[in-house]
């Protein structure tokens, strides 16, 4: 699950690289000459019925989340859908007609009149046809691009307005300690030497950064802790690409370039060439690297038709997360909490329509488990309309307590996306046939609906990183950072030992 906008990013593949080979990435200054490449998979299923049908609540939803669309998009939507279906009965008359043509004109064979009359028809109608055939794939694509701009429909529990009106479902964990800018992070893990942000800047840039010593292992440990508890719940293991089709993130709902300034760009976009002529002309298919593991792992599942007894299908992923936009709006930006690349276990869910709801309070209980494991202070909130992404139903975030930060912290995401990417990306079930009974001895066929798709956060690392650091930090009587309380839940997963003598497991 994306945890925001403002979350960011840490770590990448020494493999990506060499699959990358020729790829240098870069945040594009503005938007590139050319059209990007799309995949090769159909176009998304819009429901525009239910958009036209709607279109009252459908602009009250978008205005009530702030989603970027143009004024009035909703119901020219609505129009372009009406005239879609005008057109395309006429045109589908003028398909029928000419079908018939070669038909008479064999019947009037011996009038060479009537044949030449009906054979200026066929020419006539030929151009009809074409004619009416681009008008058809014009208004699609005026269509399409409204259409996919609107965000998605909202749980009527969501609360109406931005991040402050937010609602605590559940407060968990032991009692908050008291606030200490001596708890700060940064200079706790200086201390102790764990992290390196200077080596960060020098090599990548600002907001960059090495976890070193325990602060690496602590990362091996709080990746293998969460997967553990995943596949507990049945979650099957996957590593994901780090690099994705920009078409594949926009399908999931993520935005490459920022709506807002489109000369910004929220992804980091790879090119295939050094040479900017040679980019300008390649035909390949415009990459980025992955804003969170939930677009390669929702990819998995594209244009594919799964088996309703196979539901819930639940993959667990570990990926990097990269945030082009990290620290761009100038909040948060210190230490670890707000970064261009992080390490970050992702929960991926395909269900059947009917279950999600109750699919995404299974998966906020296992998060809480995580959570508790680990002996954060954490609360769980409702997210309000303004901080839902595009593709989200609902969403609940976890903010644990960071005292040396005085705040709480974001450190994971759920949604329930219904059927917002499945439609985008084709992923659908297939229904068992009903049981036959006495009433209806006939089974129904099986339909093929979309399913419903739910990610959520098992471990975003550097943001538990900070929650742990600034609540387990030891300090020697001269009030001096001596180690480091860490919980018995990572024990079983770390490695190396304690050489230095920093870590006590409590």
Partial sequence: ?????????????SACLRRCC??????????PDRAPTSTSLPKPRLDYRDISENVVYKSHNAFNRKAPLP?????????????HKALSQSLNAKRHARSTVGDRVRAVAKDPQQKQALLEFAKMIKAEISELEGRVARLEEELDALALAIPNDTHPDVPIGPESVAETRSTNGPEPIPADPARDHVSI???????????????????WYYLKNEGALLELALVNYALSVAMKYGYTPVTTPDVVRSDIARRC????????????????????????????????PELVLAGTAEIPLAGMFANKVLS???????VVGLGHAF????????????????????TKLELFVVSEEEKSDEMMEEMRKMQTEIFEGLGLSFRVLEMPTEELGASAYRKYDAEAWMPGRGSWGEISSTSNCTDYQAR???????????????????????????????????????????????????????????????????????????????????
């Fill in 1 to 13: 699950m994306q945890l925001n906008s403002r979350y960011s990013a840490r770590w990448m593949h």
């Fill in 22 to 31: 020729r790829l240098r990435a870069r945040t594009f200054a503005s938007a």
């Fill in 71 to 83: 004024v009035g998009a909703v119901q020219t939507v609505a129009r372009l859908y009406e005239e």
């Fill in 189 to 207: 893990c200086r201390v102790l030497d764990l992290i390196d942000l200077e080596a960060g800047a020098t090599v990548t840039g600002s907001s």
């Fill in 253 to 284: 709902g993520f935005q490459p370039r920022d709506p807002v300034d489109g000369a910004a760009s929220q992804m980091y976009h790879l090119m295939h060439s050094a040479d900017p002529a040679e980019a300008e002309n390649h035909h390949h």
């Fill in 308 to 314: 309703q007894s196979e539901l819930p299908r639940k």
């Fill in 323 to 342: 945030r082009a936009e990290a620290g761009a709006r100038g909040a948060d930006t210190r230490g670890l909490y707000r970064v261009h690349q992080f």
């Fill in 424 to 506: 985008r990306l084709h992923i659908r079930y297939r229904r068992q046939p009903a049981t036959p009974t006495p009433s209806s001895p006939e089974q129904a066929q099986p339909t093929l609906p979309f399913a419903h798709t739910l990610n959520g956060t098992a471990a975003a690392v550097p943001r538990l990183i900070v929650a742990l650091v600034e609540n387990g930090a030891i300090f020697g009587k001269a009030g001096a950072v001596t180690g480091l309380r860490l919980p018995k839940a990572l024990q079983p997963f770390w490695v190396g030992g304690n050489p230095r003598g920093l870590v006590t497991w409590v």
